[in-house]
């Protein structure tokens, strides 16, 4: 079997969100951050230690999805909504039964959506963009999916 057989796709996940299961064209920004800072260890010059700093700012995830003609499930992801219940995102496997890997934070809030610009020259789909503040991302893989 070669190598790439074994790689995750990422063409198909699920995003579950406050419990609910929705659907998303496209999630990006997942990751996690921390910042360190650098000190030196006193009396002995060749020596520094990273410590961890304190969380200045929330990690952003982005979803992004077709807004379709009466919509209503997604209405509520304005500025201000907030994932009490937390944010699932699944990368799943090939079959879509089994997840390859998890990422999950356990609170999250909408602190800006967009949609993309009107044209009436154009007749793609109009593309709704939801960015949500979260706590920090939490990552499992799954290698029986793999």
């Given at each position: 079997?070669?190598?790439?057989?074994?790689?995750?796709?990422?063409?198909?996940?699920?995003?579950?969100?406050?419990?609910?299961?929705?659907?998303?064209?496209?999630?990006?920004?997942?990751?996690?951050?921390?910042?360190?800072?650098?000190?030196?260890?006193?009396?002995?010059?060749?020596?520094?230690?990273?410590?961890?700093?304190?969380r200045?700012?929330?990690?952003?995830?982005?979803?992004?999805?077709?807004?379709?003609?009466?919509?209503?499930?997604?209405?509520?992801?304005?500025?201000?909504?907030?994932?009490?219940?937390?944010?699932?995102?699944?990368?799943?496997?090939?079959?879509?039964?089994?997840?390859?890997?998890?990422?999950?934070?356990?609170?999250?809030?909408?602190?800006?959506?967009?949609i993309?610009?009107?044209?009436?020259?154009?007749?793609?789909?109009?593309?709704?963009?939801?960015?949500?503040?979260?706590?920090?991302?939490?990552?499992?893989?799954n290698?029986?999916?793999?």
């Amino acid at each position: 079997m070669a190598m790439q057989d074994n790689l995750a796709q990422r063409t198909k996940f699920k995003v579950i969100l406050n419990g609910t299961s929705l659907g998303f064209s496209k999630v990006s920004n997942i990751s996690a951050t921390m910042e360190f800072e650098a000190v030196a260890e006193g009396g002995v010059n060749d020596r520094i230690h990273y410590l961890p700093k304190p969380r200045q700012a929330m990690d952003k995830l982005t979803l992004e999805y077709g807004i379709a003609s009466g919509e209503l499930r997604r209405t509520t992801l304005t500025a201000g909504y907030e994932l009490k219940k937390g944010i699932i995102i699944m990368v799943m496997s090939e079959s879509g039964l089994i997840p390859t890997a998890t990422y999950q934070a356990n609170w999250g809030i909408v602190t800006k959506w967009e949609i993309d610009t009107l044209d009436a020259t154009s007749s793609g789909l109009l593309i709704k963009k939801v960015e949500i503040s979260h706590n920090g991302l939490s990552e499992t893989i799954n290698k029986i999916g793999l």
